[in-house]
């Protein structure tokens, strides 16, 4: 799954896990990145907006993780 996602979805991913743990509107994201997220489950729209999910979440950790590996 991973492999199909650029460095732009995981920013825009963390902008909206950002965004969700602050409790702040979740930014607009680009409908091109928008749609590829939400085809891997990796957000929803919710109310007009797109908002990061759980699967989302553990993607972010799983990038993350491989990056402090790359280190």
Same mark, same amino acid.
């Given at each position: 799954m991973d492999s199909d996602l650029t460095a732009e979805d995981f920013d825009w991913l963390r902008k909206l896990r *950002? $965004? #969700? *743990? #602050?409790? /702040? *509107? %979740? %930014?607009?994201? %680009?409908? @091109? &990145? #928008?749609? /590829?997220?939400?085809?891997?489950?990796? #957000?929803?729209? @919710? $109310?007009? $907006?797109?908002? &990061?999910?759980?699967k989302g979440r553990d993607a972010l950790l799983d990038q993350d993780m491989r990056d402090a590996e790359d280190r």
């Open positions: *950002d $965004a #969700a *743990d #602050a409790k /702040r *509107d %979740p %930014p607009s994201v %680009p409908m @091109n &990145i #928008a749609a /590829r997220l939400g085809a891997f489950g990796l #957000a929803r729209p @919710n $109310a007009g $907006a797109f908002t &990061i999910t759980s």
